[in-house]
C-alpha cells in the first residue's frame, strides 16, 4: 500500500504544475486553461483520496500507532494542497480570463 502515498504525492505535484502550465503557456499554445483547471482539481481531490484510503489501511492493519503519528502531517499538508491548489487554479483563471 505505499503507493498510495507515492500517488498522492504525484498527483500532488500535477496539481500544482497544471495552473502553472496554463499560466505561462495556455494562451500561447492555445491550450484550454478550462481544461487544466479541472484536471488539476481532480489530481487535487484523488492525491487526498489516496491518503484517505492509506489511513484507512492503517485501521484495517491496527496499526494504530503509524497511523496517530501520521494523521496531524497528512491533514496539514492536505491542507496545504487544497490552499495551494486553490490559488494556482484562481490565478490561471483570472490571468487566463483577462487575454480572452
Same mark, same amino acid.
Given at each position: *500500500?505505499?503507493?498510495? +502515498? %507515492? #500517488?498522492? =504525492?504525484?498527483? %500532488? ?8 502550465? #496554463? ?8 491550450? +484550454?486553461?478550462?481544461? =487544466?483547471? !479541472?484536471?488539476?482539481? *481532480? !489530481? ?7 491518503? *484517505? *484510503?492509506?489511513? $484507512? ?9 503509524? =497511523?496517530?503519528?501520521?494523521?496531524? !502531517?497528512?491533514?496539514?499538508?492536505? #491542507? ?5 491548489? %486553490?490559488?494556482?487554479? !484562481?490565478?490561471?483563471? #483570472?490571468?487566463? $480570463?483577462?487575454?480572452?
Amino acid at each position: *500500500m505505499a503507493w498510495l +502515498n %507515492g #500517488g498522492s =504525492l504525484v498527483l %500532488g505535484i500535477i496539481a500544482w504544475t497544471l495552473p502553472i502550465i #496554463g499560466i505561462l503557456i495556455a494562451k500561447e499554445k492555445k491550450l +484550454n486553461f478550462w481544461s =487544466l483547471t !479541472a484536471l488539476s482539481l *481532480m !489530481a487535487c481531490a484523488i492525491a487526498i483520496f489516496f491518503q *484517505m *484510503m492509506y489511513n $484507512q489501511h492503517l485501521i484495517d492493519i491496527e496499526d494504530m500507532s503509524a =497511523l496517530l503519528d501520521t494523521s496531524k !502531517a497528512v491533514t496539514y499538508i492536505s #491542507g496545504i494542497l487544497l490552499l495551494i491548489t %486553490g490559488i494556482l487554479n !484562481a490565478l490561471n483563471v #483570472g490571468i487566463n $480570463q483577462k487575454k480572452i
